[in-house]
């Protein structure tokens, strides 16, 4: 019997030819491991960050065992903040493990958590697992990382009247404010505590005097680099793809200059010919595409 998820049986069309606007590279599974390591890391010490008040007024947690992660929030119903991370990376998954996460997350209250689940991940048979629990997969990114290879001196992307800034302890809370209003979240105490913590390194965009992009840089001891934080979110909560581009620039440069060995972000807006101004932008970077992670979860209540 096919170990192929349920979502994954669509009809076969003979595609178009078609040139994706970023080159693409087969991975190892040793190396996508080394990938997710990187976002697993910055979760890590973003945790570590939160302030105690802050975390007990939401229910904020994270959670290992045997190098699996996941992440707990009861106030809060964002998909980082209840989601396991890394489910089949590290060490093949087993179905009673699964149970135990869909048990804690209902002890929790969580109507909803969130699984990632990446081609690589082990056994073959984990989504069809998911999907045998009443999970479906409802979004993905695509996984994207490159190497310390330097940029070019000259600039690839215009300003166009816009400057990159640092954020300092004097700008942490407009920065943190920007974030939080663009989420519509309440997160500020646990952003401030980011801002001049060892690893983290955050940029805003401005134009004339006001924020108009946000993105940070978390750097491990071990030189890999996951880019997040990312405010707005483009192709999602923006048309232009074009603030965040130049965010990126800066950050691969910065990130270079301080010894990152590999920067790992992702394309939160895909697009089914990896085609496009993200695709296009990332390229330019130096990126290449490793593979599409997809998100398993419930559907909504009111979903119908």
Known sequence: MSTAALSELQP??????????????????????????????????????????????????????????????????????????????ERPATESQLDALLAHYRAAGIARPWFHANPHAEPSALRCWLEARGLQ?????????????????????????????????????????FIDSRYRLPTSPWLLALVGRPGWHHYMLRQDSAVVAVRSLFIGADGMAWSGIDAPVPGIMAPSFDLDAVLGEAMVRDGIAVGAKLFVADIEAPHPDRDGPAYRNYARLGFKLAYFRSHYSYLPANSG
Not at 35 to 53: G, K, M, Q, T
Not at 66 to 71: C, G, K, P, S, Y
Not at 148 to 164: C, K
């Open 137 to 177: 997969r409802q979004s993905g990114w695509e996984r994207i990382f490159r190497d310390a290879t330097p940029l070019a001196p000259e600039p690839l992307f215009p300003t166009d009247g816009h400057s990159v800034e640092r954020v300092t302890p004097a700008t942490a809370g407009e920065w943190a404010g």
């Open 12 to 89: 076969v069309i003979p595609p178009e030819q078609h040139h994706p606007a970023i080159a693409m590279e087969d991975v190892s599974g040793d190396f996508s491991r080394a990938i997710e390591r990187a976002e697993v890391n910055a979760w890590r010490d973003l945790y570590a960050a939160a302030p105690a008040d802050f975390a007990a007024r939401q229910g904020l947690s994270i959670a290992e065992e045997a190098d699996l992660v996941w992440t707990t929030c009861t106030t809060i119903p964002f998909i980082h903040f209840n989601c396991v991370k890394n489910l089949g990376v």
